[in-house]
C-alpha cells in the first residue's frame, strides 16, 4: 500500500521527503509552484537530487506532483491559455531531475466556450506541451463538475486523451471526492464506478487516487473536501478503496482539511490499518 498526503514545499524537496517519512508516507504530492502565484522558485537542482536519492534510498512510490490551480489550459483569453502551457512546460522540463513520477492537473475551466471546444483545446495544448522520451507521465484529474469544469465525466476525460498524441505518457488521477460530487456512486457501487472507468478509460490508465471525504450529497458538483471519515462518502468506503484489487497498488493521495501534518500521519496510520489483503 502506497500512501501519503500533500505536503507544503516551502522548505524545499529535500525536507518534503523527511517530512513524508516522519508521518508515515511513501508518497506525496506538492505544488510545483506557489498556488496562488504564477512565479517558479529558482530551480534547486542539488535540493531536488537529494530527494532523489532519498525517494530510491526509502522505496518511494510515485510522487504525484500537482499543477496550480490557476493554470487554465483552456481559457476564453489567450493569455491566460499561454501562461498555463508555458508554466507547464517549464514545470514539466524542471521534473525532469525527479523522472519516473507523475504530474496531476485539473483539465480546465471552459468559460461557457462549451466543453466540446475545451477539450480540443486542452488536447492541442498537451501535444504542444509534450515531448518525445519524457521522464514524467501526465495525469488528468478527474473533476466535480462545479461551474463550467471540464473532466466532470469519464467520457469528457476519455475525449482529451484520445485527442492526444503521446498517450503513453497520459493518465488519470482519481479524486474521490470530486467523482462522488461528481455523480459517480463509489459508496454503494464502487465496483460498477470502476467498470464504468475500465469501459470508458480503460483501469491501465488509472495511476493514482486522491483520498478525501466529502462535505456535500452525492451529485452535488461542489467539491469540498473532508477528513477520511467525517463526510459523506464515509470510512467504509475507503476501506474497500484501499483494499480494492485495482486500487490498491496505486499512489493514494490525501488532499483533506488539516490543522498540520500530523492530522495526516493520524489519516495515513487508520488506513493502513484498514489495509488486509
Ligand atoms: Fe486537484
Ligand atoms: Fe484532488
Ligand atoms: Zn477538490
Redesign the pocket.
Known sequence: MHIGCHLSSSKGYLAMGQEALRIGADTFSFFTRNPRGGSAKAADLPDMLSLRELLEREGFAPLVAHAPYTYNLCSDRESNRQFAERSMREDLERLEALPGNFYNFHPGNHMKQGSGQAIHIIAASLNSIMWEGMGTTILL?T??GKGTEVGRSFEEIASIMEKADLGDRLGVCL?T??VFDGGYDIVNDLDGVLSEFDRIIGLGHLMAL?L?DSRNPFGSHK???EKIGLGTIGTECFGRIVNHPALKDLPLIL?TPQEDNDGYAREIAMLRNMYAP
Open positions: 484529474e473533476m466535480a479524486d471526492c470530486h486522491h478525501n467539491d469540498r473536501h488532499e
